[in-house]
Nanobody, 123 residues
């Protein structure tokens, strides 16, 4: 079984930065792509970014391109999301997840999910 735990959320002013981390335990996620999703109040959980097992391939939600950067360290079983130039519309609970398919996997194809970390951006 795999456990994913997010950290790094918090309250930040618009234009500020936060770095989210996700740590996996239980077993190594060999050949698993990983991703970040977010869910704002009253909205569906949406894809934010994904990264391949090798770290070479990434994919982003259009609205975060150029502001967010996803990365992973397989030796440490961790993944990160560096978020810069934050906007109030980025406010949500952020979840990390893992899937055994690819960075193009649908939300339903993700096998493991963390509990989420709150990100609040004030205007």
């Amino acid at each position: 079984q795999v456990q994913l735990v997010e950290s790094g959320g918090g309250l930040v002013q618009a234009g500020g930065s936060l770095r989210l981390s996700c740590t996996a335990s239980g077993r190594t996620l060999t050949n698993y792509a990983m991703g970040w999703f977010r869910q704002a109040p009253g909205k569906e959980r949406e894809f934010v970014a994904a990264i391949s097992w090798s770290g070479i391939s990434t994919r982003y939600l259009d609205s975060v391109k150029g502001r967010f950067t996803i990365s992973r360290d397989n030796a440490k079983n961790t993944m990160a999301l560096q978020m810069n130039s934050l906007k109030p519309e980025d406010t949500a609970v952020y979840y990390c997840a893992a899937n055994g398919y690819s960075i193009f996997a649908a939300k339903s194809q993700y096998d493991y999910w963390g509990q989420g970390t709150q990100v609040t951006v004030s205007s």
